[in-house]
């Protein structure tokens, strides 16, 4: 059985360090509080839920199928919500944890079980989870900065960026220096074409507004998750009445949207991308309000992403062609999609900054949180890592498509593990744990053989872990 470890959590007044569940030694503000209310929770659930694979849902229903979509969606909702609980339940199992007292994180969990001969399996889950966020960072930085770059064409007739190094089979540019282009109408999902290293001025504006963000606190970003969450309710909306004036025609040539497809891969890759918020869900925990219902959080925020989802994506993929590979955003902001209102064409400029900017300094800082609890390296790096690395990577698929490609895979051969496969494996261990200790302590008699007790969440109340 693990080495039992308690946290020792002082509060900023009275102590400048935090010595954490995994004995690491914080300076007391690199976390946030337990402030988070039980609406402003459910929004920045909703908010991770509906992140950066959002916008690929439309191509999606176009290639994988309505129907088929639908299902898998509603099944990911399920089993994401399933997740979950387990993975609470197993947090809420470790020493000194009954009621979710300590810190803990998602890397802490398995650092906690899977120690001794185990310890590659703590540091494979470390590396997985290290890079999905990663990639989770690098899609919202790569999203957001075509989309502004796409904008400055559209109002100031160009955009320009610095070219870092000579490629001659660049479709644009191909020479160091600075480059402008006027025309975003392209098959690249960047107006800058393909095979170009450059620094946009796109990159730049959402750099300036992210960056800052990713070095507070998770409690401190809830005002701008917010706001986040209401601009998406309105530009979904906004999207939704324009595709039903449009006319929804799932039989069009081109783009039409069979009900099972053949391209199942962008199908489950971009889904199962959408669900990645598993391995978000202890950091909000760690800094809720004590009483605030977490089944009740988990599944109305992961259900309304979900209807988002689905939505969306079968309203835009029968208004529009998604038979390529751009995304959504590339769709509306491109001049020759016929159709598109003004003011549609205006939020899908601006849905990056609600939908994907507020979601970087997210994931910044959750990122930054498991390397600070599991004494991986201090603050600074922490930083660095989080805040500062993803944006160096995210130069060199800044153009072309390669980001539907990163999404695809990513989905596939990381997300899966970690946050379906780990959280079930998480409890199962925890409930041998449990009763291996009742064995020791002499509390497990004949009376209690094939019953357990219900599971005790909060505050002494009895809840059923598996219920909403």
Known sequence: MPKSTKSSIR???????????????????????????LFPGIMLLCNNVTGPGFVGMPTANAKGGWLSTMILLAVCWVISGLACTMLLEAIKKMPGNSKF???IEFTTVAKHHFSGSRRWMYLTTLCLFLLAFMVSLITSIVESAQTMDTMFIEFFGRSCALQLYNNESASVGGVVGFDCVDDASGSSDSPFGNDA????????????VAVPLGFWNLDDNII??????????????????????????????????????????????????????????????????????????I?????LGTFL???????????????GDSDLLAVLTNSNTPGVWGFSRILAYVFPIFAL???????????????????????????????????????????????????TWSGLLVIVPLNFILPAWFYLISLEDADAQDEEEGILGNERKGEREAPVWEEGKEVDAWVP
């Open 224 to 297: 701008v998750q917010k706001v986040a969450f209401f601009g998406v309710m309105f530009i979904i909306g906004e999207w939704c009445v324009q595709a039903f004036v449009e006319g929804l025609d799932f039989n069009k040539d081109p783009g039409s949207v069979p009900v099972a497809g053949t391209d199942m891969s962008t199908l489950f890759g971009s889904v199962l991308f959408n669900y990645a918020f598993v391995t978000t869900v202890p950091s909000w925990c760690n800094e809720k309000q004590v009483g605030v219902p977490i089944n009740f959080s």
């Open 309 to 323: 989802f689905f939505i969306i994506g079968i309203c835009a993929a029968g208004a529009w062609d998604f038979s």
């Open 11 to 37: 509060t900023k007044d009275d102590q400048r360090t935090i010595v954490t569940f995994s004995e690491a030694v914080v300076a007391a503000g690199e976390f946030g509080d337990k402030t988070i209310g």
């Open 197 to 208: 290293y450059v620094i946009s001025l796109g990159y730049l504006a959402i750099l300036v």
């Open 299 to 303: 599944w109305t925020s992961s259900g």
């Open 101 to 103: 007292e300590q810190r």
């Open 357 to 407: 900017v507020t979601g970087i300094p997210i994931f910044s800082i959750i990122m930054r949180y498991n390397l600070l609890e599991n004494n991986i390296c201090g603050s600074v790096w922490a930083s660095f890592w989080s805040s500062i690395f993803p944006w160096i990577i995210s130069i060199a698929l800044y153009t072309g498509n390669t980001l539907g490609n990163t999404v």
